[in-house]
């Protein structure tokens, strides 16, 4: 997750070009809250993680990063929730 204290168009259009330099980068969101983005990295060890690191901070100014590793997946799901019928209990 990133913080930046950039809120300009320049800021913002230097940020989309960056990431898009790194395949390792697969999905960027926007948010509302704490922190401005989100940026979900995929590499292929914790070494790996720390060199993508270095380079992407070297390329675009932020305010604040912290990461956090996923050490399990439990449920991974394309599938958006946008049926319009009633909710029903859980078994």
């Given at each position: 997750?990133?913080?930046?204290n950039q809120?300009?168009?320049?800021?913002?259009?230097?940020?989309?070009?960056?990431?898009?330099?790194?395949?390792?980068?697969?999905?960027?969101?926007?948010?509302?809250?704490?922190?401005?983005?989100?940026?979900?990295?995929?590499?292929?060890?914790?070494?790996?993680?720390?060199?993508?690191?270095?380079?992407?901070?070297?390329?675009?100014?932020?305010?604040d990063v912290?990461?956090?590793?996923?050490?399990?997946?439990?449920?991974?799901?394309?599938?958006?929730?946008?049926?319009?019928?009633?909710?029903?209990?859980?078994?």
């Amino acid at each position: 997750m990133v913080r930046t204290n950039q809120h300009n168009t320049a800021w913002l259009e230097k940020f989309n070009d960056v990431v898009t330099l790194f395949p390792e980068i697969v999905e960027v969101n926007r948010l509302a809250g704490e922190y401005d983005y989100i940026l979900k990295v995929v590499t292929r060890n914790n070494a790996s993680y720390d060199a993508f690191y270095k380079k992407f901070i070297n390329l675009i100014e932020l305010n604040d990063v912290t990461s956090c590793f996923s050490m399990e997946q439990i449920k991974r799901s394309a599938k958006l929730p946008l049926e319009t019928a009633p909710l029903q209990s859980a078994p």
